[in-house]
């Protein structure tokens, strides 16, 4: 991979080349993506159109075959999130506007997806008809579809922006990514936004629980940088990750995205990691 990054930075021929190429094969957008997030966050907006142009061009012609525009607007919210992360260089931010990102998919997705919209909806009621249990109303599976797959767009989009910083942080300024991720915290006014949200979303239900789940992804981000910056902090290495994510998968299980949401809340309040000595210091204290 940090081959690859490497060549796509030698000249804009390359990264078009690449976008294209990732472009045009299936389930390989995402790196297409991170290879035009890479651009923007080196050398800026101003090279960054001319590859994103190019590497529209599969996305439209899967678009216009298959009715699905996945790819397009992936490439669309990686261009705009990687421009905001180059010019404020928080990470905050990022999850912030993919939040609303994810709203604003909801509302364009009947439009550009009809098609493939439909084809899931007749799969998911085959499904289960097959099972023999209630089946929900059509409106309401096409509602869930339009969620579900606004908010995969934008989680891709988000991390494909992520490894362009890692193939950033490799090429010219190694940890930084690492160090980036465990100092992620959400100021409280963006806690207060989500949490608005999810609030929101929750109480009044049908087409607001849109709102409640696109925020849910920005909560549990920062949730998951607290742990691993406080593990970090006390010198755990990659077991106690391991014993972290086995706990929460499978023991936890569908409380663990609400266990992270709360902690991220908090420490947008507290500032967990500030209050944490870490183990180097406790040492020398001693």
């Known amino acids: 991979m940090s081959g690859l990054a490497k060549w796509v930075m030698k000249k804009r021929l390359n990264a078009i080349i690449g976008v294209m190429v990732f472009g045009l094969i299936p ?5 297409a993506s991170a290879i035009l997030g890479l651009v923007v966050l080196r050398k800026g907006v101003k090279e960054g159109i001319p590859v994103f142009a190019w590497g529209c061009l599969p996305a439209l012609v ?24 180059r010019s404020s260089t928080s990470w905050s931010w990022v999850l912030l506007a993919g939040s609303f990102l994810a709203v604003i998919n909801t509302l364009i997705q009947p439009i550009l997806m009809a098609d493939v919209l439909n084809m899931a909806v007749s799969l998911v009621q085959k499904v289960l008809s097959s099972e023999s249990v209630v089946i929900p109303d059509e409106n309401a599976i096409f509602n869930q579809a339009v969620v579900a797959i606004s908010i995969f767009q934008v989680v891709i989009a988000i991390l494909s922006l992520f490894l362009a910083r890692k193939w950033q942080a490799g090429l010219y300024n190694p940890g930084g990514l690492r160090t980036e991720f465990h100092q ?5 006014v963006f806690s207060l936004i989500l949490g608005a949200m999810v609030l929101v979303g929750e109480s009044l239900g049908g087409a607001f629980m849109a709102l409640s789940q696109a925020a849910i992804p920005a909560l549990v981000l ?12 006390k010198k755990i ?15 936890l299980n569908v409380y663990f995205a609400n266990i992270l949401v709360t902690l991220c809340v908090i420490d947008s309040f507290v500032d967990i990691r500030s209050r944490i000595q870490d183990k180097s210091s406790n040492s020398h204290d001693s």
Do not use: E
């Open 27 to 31: 389930m390989m957008f995402w790196l």
């Open 62 to 85: 899967l678009w216009q075959f298959q009715g699905d525009a996945t790819a397009l607007m992936v490439l669309v919210d990686v261009m705009l999130l990687s421009y905001l992360l």
């Open 184 to 188: 992620l915290r959400l100021p409280v």
């Open 222 to 233: 920062p949730g998951l940088a607290l742990v691993h910056g406080v593990l970090a902090k």
């Open 237 to 251: 290495g990659v077991v106690g990750l391991i014993a972290f994510y086995l706990v929460g998968f499978f023991v």
